[in-house]
Nanobody
Framework: EVQLVESGGGLVQAGGSLRLSCAAS????????IGWFRQAPGKEREVVAC????????LYADSVKGRFTISRDNAKNTVYLQMYSLKPEDTAVYYC???????????????????WGEGTQVTVSS
């Protein structure tokens, strides 16, 4: 059974850092694209970063470029999101998802992802 579990969220001051983890089970990461998305109250779920676990290709939302880094450890079946220089606008619930079609432009849109974790809360105080 496919399962994704996020962890690592918390409360930090602006300018601080957090490292999120997405532990996957029931499938091998290198067969799929994995996306980190976030959703703030009253807003749509938006892409943050995605990774092709097969070759390490990545993409980032403009709002996080230069501050966030997505990576994976295929041996551990885990995807990470290292976040630096956090801003209050980064406050949201962060989710990881698995897209069944693999790498392509569709990975930037939440619709189409087959599986999601329950999310982990990131709160950045000003």
């Amino acid at each position: 059974e496919v399962q994704l579990v996020e962890s690592g969220g918390g409360l930090v001051q602006a300018g601080g850092s957090l490292r999120l983890s997405c532990a996957a089970s029931g499938f091998s990461l290198d067969d799929y694209a994995i996306g980190w998305f976030r959703q703030a109250p009253g807003k749509e779920r938006e892409v943050v970063a995605c990774i092709n676990s097969r070759d390490g290709s990545t993409l980032y939302a403009d709002s996080v470029k230069g501050r966030f880094t997505i990576s994976r450890d295929n041996a551990k079946n885990t995807v990470y999101l290292q976040m630096y220089s956090l801003k209050p606008e980064d406050t949201a619930v962060y989710y990881c998802g698995m897209h069944p079609r693999g790498w392509g432009p569709w990975i930037q849109v939440a619709y189409g992802y087959d599986h999601w974790g329950e999310g982990t809360q990131v709160t950045v105080s000003s």
